[in-house]
């Protein structure tokens, strides 16, 4: 290579990754097409690239089933065509996260043992969103439909289950270990501490649209706090995670009724419970009328002082005008929202005669919209 075009070749890898107003070189060990590593930022709750220090906003879609109501794992193997295309219409409206959901019976084949053939998949799929520059958040130890449930699992103790949830997240951080596309590590969707005692088996809570999301980690309180049996949780998968990867970042997908006050509530207090965890994640649907109580719910979650990412949000009720508007509003305590995308392209949503369809069509177009709004610097009054 002459010096001529090695010249031309490092101002080609440095445009990769141009930032606004400026050119940003990668070092000599970044190659040109590596995605950067997400960090937590220095001093304040926010995300950055590294190299580079560049504000990274995750900005996204759960990607948890298809139309039809199935998971990923149940069409990821004769259907992978669906995956990539996918992957891409999501990429086209502007996500640079998808929130990726794994099953506890496609992961462990028995307690100790981790599935090799779900493993290798999950490869496939993170290779995938390496090639569509898209970061993974995983989410894991999904039980979403009971059918599927391993018997063994649910017949574990407390001890033996979280043993076997950190073979899991131990079995899938090391596949992923070296993977820069990975966002994050989510141990649990919607995790729950229980009060008292439930019966052998009642680890599920309530179904809703048939899927399973939310789950508890005791049986049992045994007049322990509740936020210290959550703290333990956290600290055990955390601990297993750490030992084949010290790089990238752990959550929770938290309930918006895990704060510590009157009524209902997970007993993952925040502010008790994200010593171990790099971010907090809030699921949080607007409702009409409730935008005030929404948002202060939003802001006790980031008094914390760690990033706070939206990691489930959607007009589910509410209106997609009144949906803009608590984006616009939560911009003061969240620094990241992940809403949803079910694999139908919006331009087939747009020709179907569903009104559900429309309304989605319809959401998916201003999601697209607002994704550069919501992703530049806000500002400070």
Same mark, same amino acid.
């Given at each position: 290579?002459?010096?001529?075009?090695?010249?031309i070749g490092q101002i080609v890898r440095g445009l990769m990754l141009v930032g606004i107003?400026?050119?940003?070189?990668?070092?000599?060990?970044?190659?040109?097409?590596?995605?950067?590593?997400?960090?937590?930022?220095?001093?304040?709750?926010? =995300?950055?690239?590294?190299?580079?220090?560049?504000?990274?906003?995750?900005?996204?879609?759960?990607?948890?089933?298809? $139309?039809?109501?199935?998971?990923?794992?149940?069409?990821?193997?004769?259907?992978? *065509?669906?995956?990539?295309?996918? =992957?891409?219409?999501?990429?086209? #409206?502007?996500?640079?996260? !998808?929130?990726?959901?794994? +099953?506890?019976?496609?992961?462990?084949?028995?307690?100790?043992?981790?599935?090799?053939?779900?493993?290798?998949?999950?490869?496939?799929?993170?290779?995938?969103?390496?090639?569509?520059?898209?970061? #993974?958040?995983?989410?894991?130890?999904?039980?979403?439909?009971?059918?599927?449930?391993?018997?063994?699992?649910? $017949?574990?103790?407390?001890?033996?289950?979280?043993?076997?949830?950190?073979?899991?997240?131990? *079995?899938?951080?090391?596949?992923?270990?070296?993977?820069?596309?990975?966002?994050?590590?989510?141990?649990?969707?919607?995790?729950?501490?229980?009060?008292?005692?439930?019966?052998?088996?009642?680890?599920?809570?309530?179904?809703?649209?048939?899927?399973?999301? !939310?789950?508890?980690? $005791? &049986?049992? +309180?045994?007049?322990?706090?509740?936020?210290?049996?959550?703290?333990?949780?956290?600290?055990?998968?955390?601990? *297993?995670?750490?030992?084949?990867?010290?790089?990238?970042?752990?959550?929770?997908?938290?309930?918006?009724?895990?704060?510590?006050?009157?009524? &209902?509530?997970?007993?993952?207090?925040?502010?008790?419970?994200?010593?171990?965890?790099?971010? #907090?994640?809030?699921?949080?649907?607007?409702?009409?009328?409730? &935008?005030?109580? +929404?948002?202060?719910?939003?802001?006790?979650?980031?008094?914390?002082?760690?990033? !706070?990412?939206?990691?489930?949000?959607?007009?589910?009720?509410?209106?997609?005008?009144?949906?803009?508007?608590?984006?616009?509003?939560?911009?003061?305590?969240? $620094?990241?929202?992940?809403?949803?995308?079910?694999?139908?392209?919006?331009?087939? #949503?747009?020709?179907?005669?569903?009104?559900?369809?429309?309304?989605?069509?319809?959401?998916?177009?201003? =999601?697209?919209?607002?994704?550069?709004?919501? +992703?530049?610097?806000?500002?400070?009054?």
């Open positions: 290579m002459t010096a001529g075009n090695a010249q107003g400026m050119i940003t070189f990668p070092p000599a060990w970044l190659s040109a097409d590596e995605m950067p590593w997400i960090a937590v930022s220095k001093g304040k709750p926010s =995300f950055e690239s590294n190299p580079g220090g560049r504000p990274f906003v995750p900005w996204g879609f759960n990607y948890d089933h298809d $139309t039809d109501g199935r998971l990923l794992e149940d069409y990821w193997e004769e259907n992978w *065509a669906d995956v990539e295309s996918d =992957f891409r219409e999501m990429k086209s #409206l502007g996500a640079n996260v !998808v929130r990726i959901h794994l +099953q506890v019976g496609k992961f462990l084949s028995g307690p100790e043992q981790p599935n090799e053939k779900g493993l290798a998949q999950l490869a496939k799929l993170v290779a995938l969103a390496e090639r569509e520059r898209l970061y #993974l958040d995983l989410t894991g130890l999904g039980c979403y439909h009971k059918q599927e449930v391993p018997e063994w699992y649910d $017949t574990l103790n407390e001890a033996e289950r979280w043993k076997a949830q950190a073979t899991f997240w131990r *079995a899938v951080a090391k596949q992923c270990a070296n993977s820069s596309s990975i966002f994050c590590y989510d141990l649990m969707n919607e995790p729950v501490v229980p009060g008292g005692r439930r019966k052998d088996g009642d680890w599920l809570g309530p179904p809703f649209a048939g899927k399973h999301f !939310v789950q508890v980690i $005791t &049986l049992d +309180q045994k007049e322990r706090p509740r936020p210290e049996i959550a703290k333990q949780w956290i600290h055990t998968l955390v601990r *297993a995670i750490r030992e084949v990867d010290r790089r990238h970042l752990i959550t929770v997908g938290l309930v918006d009724w895990s704060l510590d006050r009157p009524g &209902l509530t997970s007993g993952f207090v925040p502010s008790k419970v994200s010593e171990d965890l790099d971010f #907090l994640c809030i699921h949080l649907y607007p409702e009409n009328g409730k &935008l005030d109580e +929404q948002l202060a719910t939003l802001k006790a979650f980031s008094a914390v002082g760690k990033p !706070v990412v939206i990691e489930e949000t959607f007009p589910l009720k509410c209106s997609p005008a009144q949906m803009i508007e608590f984006l616009d509003h939560s911009r003061e305590h969240a $620094t990241g929202w992940i809403s949803f995308y079910w694999g139908k392209p919006v331009e087939e #949503l747009r020709k179907s005669s569903s009104i559900g369809d429309a309304i989605l069509a319809q959401w998916l177009d201003q =999601f697209q919209q607002q994704g550069p709004v919501m +992703q530049s610097p806000r500002n400070e009054k």
